[in-house]
């Protein structure tokens, strides 16, 4: 079945240390992957996204993930948390022969501590 | 000037009640969504337009009835609320079916049923 898994449901991190979200999908079409954030009581605001080309994709706000298709993965990492990146995280795909059909991941709670 | 509007923001009404939420984009985008967001966070995509047309419904209950007058808008017309309606919903709207660009959410609209 075509699913996308965030296996991480809440991580807990320091300011300033390095933060790492998985996110792991199983599909057969060519996946189109992105990672959002959602801060509370807002939408979801795109951080970055990877259609095609090199595997390691830059974002906004400092982040970057890279796409490993032999791993069926897309980790979104950030060297460097700031107390602002307290929100929810989303991994979502969308595939070639599934026009439309978005699908998210569960989402992950990232707490920054001082 | 917001991209993806929806109103209201807010909605409390009582079970039986019936009730709309209104969604516009101005970004020339041909696709529409609509998503449920429960209190755990899940996004589940209910309804998508494609130039006014219905594209997908996703096991959604005929209580739920959307309508696009045009490409730039999607109504959400939910009748005989129910206590489980209580969610968070989200427009968003995309380029061909997200195939060519990622979806871009309103701020939400929160529904509580009491």
């Known amino acids: 079945a075509q699913s996308v898994t965030q296996p991480d449901i809440h991580i807990t991190v320091s300011e300033g240390a390095s933060l790492e979200l998985r996110c792991n999908y199983s599909?057969?079409?060519?996946?189109?992957l992105f990672w959002y954030v959602q801060s509370p009581g807002q939408g979801l605001q795109l951080l970055l996204k990877?259609?095609?080309?090199?595997?390691l994709v830059q974002g906004i706000k400092g982040f970057e993930a890279e796409f490993k298709r032999s791993q069926s993965s897309f980790n979104l990492r950030k060297p460097s948390v700031h107390w602002s990146d307290a929100a929810e995280y989303f991994c979502a795909v969308v595939v070639t022969d599934s026009w439309g059909k978005f699908q998210f991941g569960a989402g992950t709670q990232v707490v920054v501590t001082p | 000037d917001t991209a993806v509007s929806q109103t209201p923001k807010y909605l409390v009404t009582q079970m039986g009640n019936d009730k709309s939420i209104k969604c516009e984009q101005n970004?020339?985008?041909?696709?529409m969504y609509w998503y449920k967001q429960d209190s755990k966070k899940f996004l589940k995509i209910m309804f998508s337009y494609n130039n006014k047309e219905l594209i997908i419904n996703e096991t959604v209950p005929n209580r739920f009835s959307p309508k696009s007058p045009d490409k730039a808008h999607l109504n959400l017309h939910i009748n005989s609320l129910e206590l489980g309606d209580s969610a968070v919903y989200f427009c968003?709207?995309?380029?061909?079916?997200?195939?060519?660009?990622?979806?871009?959410f309103g701020e939400g609209s929160r529904l509580t049923v009491l």
């Open positions: 599909y057969g079409a060519t996946p189109y």
């Open positions: 990877y259609f095609s080309g090199d595997t």
């Open positions: 970004l020339g985008h041909d696709t």
């Open positions: 968003a709207s995309s380029r061909a079916g997200g195939l060519t660009g990622e979806l871009f």
